[in-house]
Every structure is written in C-alpha cells, then in structure tokens.
C-alpha cells in the first residue's frame, strides 16, 4: 500500500475542487493543536480565521491533544491569550483522557497515582477525585546511591501516569519502577507514545515516548495508552456530542497518531503539513497510514472555499 500510487488508497491534495465535498459531508472538525493550531506558543497563519469561518457554518469543533503538559483548563487559557475562543468542553486532552480512564474503570479513591509527568495531569486527577503525587515537584529531587539506603515509596499507589516531562529525572524513574513493580496490581499508564513535538516553534523536542520507554524498559510491561491513536477519547466525543465518525474530520499533522486515530474510529481525515510530518515522508512506500486528504496548513480550507 503506498498513499502516492495506490488508487484505492492514494491521499487526495485538498484543492478549491475537493474541498466542499470534504466540507458538506462533516458536521464536526477535530483538530491536534501542536503542529496544526500553534507551534510552541506561536499562531499558525490563518488559523483564527479558519475556525471562525468553521462557526459560523455551524460546524462543531473538537480540540484533541496528546500534549499533556496542561490540563483543559489550562489549554482554554492558551487559546484564548492567542485570541481565540474556545471552551474547556470542546478540548480532549491526554491529561483528561488518563484521568477519564481511571474514572470508568472504578479506581479505588483510597489509592494514589504517580505522575511522571507536569501540572496538567496532576490537575485533571485531582478534578477527578483522585490523589496524585509526583509531577513537577519531583523534578527538583535527588536519588541517593549510597551504600545501605534504600530508597521509600508509597505502598499504596495503584497506578503510574507517564506523560511529557521536561523535569523528569531519576528520582521519578526509579519511584515509577518502584510502583509498578512493587505495588500489586498497579496500573501503567501513558499519556500517548508521541517520539517528538513541536514544544517551541522552530524545532521538535523529544515527546512523551521517551519518557514511556525509560519506564518500559524497567518494569519490562506495556503501557496503557489513552492518547491518540487509542480510541479511548473517541467514546468522550461521541458521548457529550452525539455526531457519528463518519461525520466528523480529524485534521492533524502526525500519521501515527492523529490521522491512525481518525482512521481507527471511522472519521474522514485531513493531513496537515505545518508539523511533524512532511510530504516526503507522506509519499515514502514505508509509510502505511493514508489520510484521505493532505494539505499544507488549516488555512487552506477558508482559502479553498473561497468568499
């Protein structure tokens, strides 16, 4: 299979002849923010105008992130310090999706979660109702490796949540390793298995599957994935929005994540190429994952559909 070649799989280019097939058959736009809304905390070019215009034309929009650095709150606060208007109920991040999974599958409240990761999924835990430790705070702590110390955890953690972590170290791999290893029936749970992101706007820094992998590679179990491409969020969207997938874009700018998840719960797809992935890599006869349609930027549907 190879989205330039195949005629049954082949990726469309959008164009001012395509666009309005794609833009009357979908009811809900579904957007990853880094890469396709901001880079780091820069605007892309017409991207305010795009979602104003998707409005007006009654289209819901959906915001699904694996960046888990920020909790829903937070990421309402991003956008509209950008000028743009968004409600926390229209944003599904990672952090939510890890709090949301503990919350469907009855996670004892007498039990605690370890975060490797920031504030975000430390704050979503806690709307929750849960009892997180860990986070930032333990960026600034040490592991001592000295004969005779053993190093303390706390017995009644359930579950570990890794996510992004700038502050993660050590300390917080050694107590996550710990947790799971130790701790009977406890949980391992990552935000999303993303290699790199765009955490500022002029290069890709190392994601969320880095930080995954160290603690893979020591308690030697696979993660729980609640980020994109699992579907675990889908069933929030359809739940709170009642628009089947067929009716629905996903419009993102990583193959293996946002349009594999797109794909996975039956939603039409738009690549956008302002982020990780680049026409080459779209068109090379490795890559197995064909969004419907690729484009440069968001912008280009205002411009496509013209006045």
């Not at 600034?140 to 110390?149: R, S, V, Y």
Request: contains cysteine; glycine residues 8%; aromatic residues 8%.
């Amino acid at each position: 299979m190879n989205c330039k070649t195949e005629a049954t799989t082949a990726s469309q280019l959008l164009s001012p002849q395509n666009v309005r097939d794609l833009f009357d058959s979908v009811d809900a736009f579904l957007f990853d923010c880094d890469g396709v809304i901001w880079k780091g905390d820069k605007l892309i070019d017409g991207v305010p105008q795009t979602l104003e215009m998707l409005r007006s034309k009654g289209k819901k929009l959906m915001f699904v992130t694996n960046n888990s650095t920020k909790s829903r709150r937070q990421y309402a606060k991003k956008f509209h310090s950008l000028g743009i208007a968004v409600s926390e109920d229209e944003i599904f991040s990672s952090s939510f999706a890890a709090a949301m999974f503990l919350k469907v599958n009855d996670f004892p409240r007498e039990k605690k979660v370890y975060v490797i990761g920031e504030d975000g999924i430390l704050e979503e835990l806690e709307l929750a109702g849960f009892t997180g430790l860990g986070g930032t705070e333990d960026g600034k702590k040490t592991a001592q490796l000295k004969p005779d110390t053993l190093f303390e955890h706390d017995k009644s953690v359930g579950a570990v949540v890794v996510g992004l972590d700038q502050y993660i170290n050590y300390y917080k791999l050694q107590y996550g390793t710990l947790c799971i290893r130790e701790n009977p029936g406890c949980l391992f749970i990552a935000t999303n298995r993303d290699a790199v992101g765009h955490m500022t706007e002029l290069q890709e820094w190392p994601g969320a599957g880095c930080m995954v992998a160290a603690i893979r590679g020591s308690t030697q179990k696979e993660p729980i994935v609640v980020g994109k491409p699992s579907t675990f969020l889908m069933d929030f969207l359809l739940q709170k929005f009642h628009i089947t997938t067929s009716k629905m874009c996903m419009v993102g700018d990583r193959l293996d994540t946002d349009i594999l998840f797109g794909q996975s719960a039956g939603c039409r797809t738009l690549l956008v190429l302002s982020g990780v992935t680049t026409q080459s890599t779209l068109q090379d006869p490795s890559n197995h994952v064909c969004p419907e349609y690729y484009t440069s930027k968001v912008s280009d549907i205002l411009e496509f559909l013209g006045p």
